[in-house]
């Protein structure tokens, strides 16, 4: 079975500083993973992903992630953060198989942004 | 292009009723996928869809809820004889395939209140 932890329900972070929020996963195989990120009362826009290739994803509005695979991680960092960048987070999973895909997802990350 | 849709945006239901949950999902995506969001759960996986067959109906709750998808396109989710705990935001999903290297895209919700 595979899970996704988000250790951190909520991170502070003061505007133009940077931002690092943690996953760790648990997955057989090769995984495929994703970074998620959801504004209130809105559906999950979808940030980046780690399909194979380089460690260091970038993705939309200016976050990356880097996967470690000796640590089983997938920590989403930006170098400077906006207060518009406040919203919930998650981290994401799938198998790399034909079955489905479906992903499995961490608790989400909270993050605030202030001015 | 247009993104996935869902309707309705918001159902306020009573104990008992039966309810119906609608997603239209991205042109010429063959994989669709229903996500349930609660507080209590978090984001947990429903059902997936490859064209109009639901292979795996293992992530249903309980046999009270159901789904088709008709034409390869529009899905529905079914609950019957809602009960409060249904209650949580129905995110819908649509992939251009199953593997796991299609990026899930999410619709708006539909958040269910079971009085």
């Known amino acids: 079975a595979q899970s996704v932890a988000q250790p951190e329900d909520q991170v502070n972070v003061a505007e133009g500083n940077p931002l690092t929020v943690k996953c760790t996963y648990s997955v057989s195989g090769n995984p495929y993973l994703f970074w998620y990120v959801q504004y209130p009362n809105r559906g999950l826009q979808f940030l980046l992903k780690y399909i194979t290739g380089d460690n260091l994803v970038k993705g939309s509005y200016g976050f990356e992630a880097e996967f470690n695979k000796s640590q089983t991680s997938f920590h989403l960092k930006k170098p400077s953060a906006l207060v518009s960048d406040s919203a919930l987070y998650f981290c994401?999973?799938?198998?790399?198989?034909?079955?489905?895909?479906?992903?499995?997802f961490g608790g989400g990350t909270r993050l605030m942004v202030k001015p | 292009g247009a993104g996935v849709s869902q309707s309705p945006s918001n159902k306020v239901t009573e104990k008992g009723k039966d309810v119906e949950l609608r997603c239209d999902p991205i042109?010429?995506?063959?994989?669709l996928y229903w996500y349930r969001q609660s507080l209590g759960q978090g984001l947990e996986f429903l059902i997936y869809?490859?064209?109009?067959?639901?292979?795996?109906k293992s992530g249903l709750p309980s046999d009270r809820f159901s789904a088709e998808r008709t034409g390869g396109s529009v899905s529905t989710l079914t609950i019957q004889r809602t009960q409060q705990e249904d209650s949580a935001v129905y995110l819908c999903?649509?992939?251009?395939?199953?593997?796991?290297?299609?990026?899930?895209?999410f619709g708006p919700g539909t958040r269910l209140t079971v009085l």
């Open positions: 042109s010429g995506h063959t994989a």
């Open positions: 999903a649509s992939s251009l395939g199953l593997a796991g290297v299609h990026t899930q895209y």
């Open positions: 994401a999973v799938s198998p790399n198989n034909n079955a489905g895909n479906m992903l499995t």
């Open positions: 869809f490859q064209g109009n067959s639901a292979p795996d």
